[in-house]
């Protein structure tokens, strides 16, 4: 797919992969127009977790000629299921993955009217991997990318492209300060945003279904699928080393869970 003048709606524009995909696609030639909490050159400064904002974002997407949207925003969460806040996991649950659904919902007829789209999903090893400590999130991620699958074979033949990405950890400020720790200890090989921002693209481009970054964690994710409990084993051990660090953190004065 030629990029040039397409208009793309981009979720999480502002962040550590965002920046640096709109400044691609943008050189590509495309109209980006970032949403994001954050101001910024062709922002549409919007608080995903709000319903209102939600609301007012569908109803100018519905007006709005739409040939790509991407839904990057999302939200992590590291700790002990049972000691996240409620307010923080709804808010997970809202952003991670009922927006990706409400924006496809608000874009998907304008696609069909014109006969052609593409919904692109940023997911998650994680959501084919599921790990202990982040079960809200492996949650969320594994529910965008069951959607991603039935929307693709409910618009299959209608025009609408529908590409679901799943990226192992990345260098960013969402990986940062404990998960960062974590990744330390447990060997976790974290990707640079321009590499992860660069698959993006050519996964536009070339119009992909799937793609799983990571050879290793490409292979986990199969073997999971067909025996779970060979990772569940694998995995204790890393769950051990996180708990080990998860009470670290409480014993340091005014220490908080990222």
Not at 60 to 80: C, E, S, W
Not at 154 to 162: L, R
Request: glycine share 10%; proline share 4%; charged share 20%.
């Amino acid at each position: 797919m030629q990029l040039k003048s397409k208009i793309i709606v981009l979720t999480g524009g502002q962040g550590g992969i965002g920046k640096i995909l709109a400044s691609s696609l943008e050189r590509a030639g495309a109209r980006v127009i970032v949403v994001d909490r954050q101001l910024g050159i062709d922002t549409w400064p919007t608080d995903l977790s709000d319903e209102k904002a939600l609301l007012g974002l569908c109803e100018k997407l519905t007006k709005q000629p739409v040939d790509i949207l991407i839904n990057l925003a999302g939200l992590m969460y590291f700790g002990h299921l049972h000691e996240q806040p409620t307010d923080q996991l709804a808010t997970m649950l809202r952003v991670n993955l009922e927006v990706p659904i409400r924006l496809s919902q608000a874009v998907i007829p304008g696609m069909l009217k014109r006969g052609s789209g593409q919904i692109v999903n940023i997911g998650s090893v994680f959501g084919s991997l599921a790990f202990p400590h982040f079960v809200t999130y492996s949650t969320t991620k594994a529910g965008l990318k069951g959607f991603s699958e039935a929307l693709r074979r409910e618009y299959a033949g209608k025009g609408i492209t529908v590409t679901h990405i799943a990226p192992r950890a990345v260098k960013t400020a969402l990986n940062g300060g404990i998960i960062a720790d974590l990744h330390e200890r447990t060997g976790v090989v974290n990707d640079s945003p321009e590499k992860v921002a660069g698959i993006i693209l050519k996964a536009i481009e070339k119009e992909r279904k799937n793609i799983t970054i990571g050879f290793p964690e490409m292979v986990f994710t199969k073997i999971n699928a067909l025996l779970p409990g060979v990772i569940d084993n694998a995995l204790t051990g890393k769950r051990d080393i996180a708990d080990q660090l998860l009470n670290e953190q409480k014993e340091k004065p005014h220490a908080k869970a990222a």
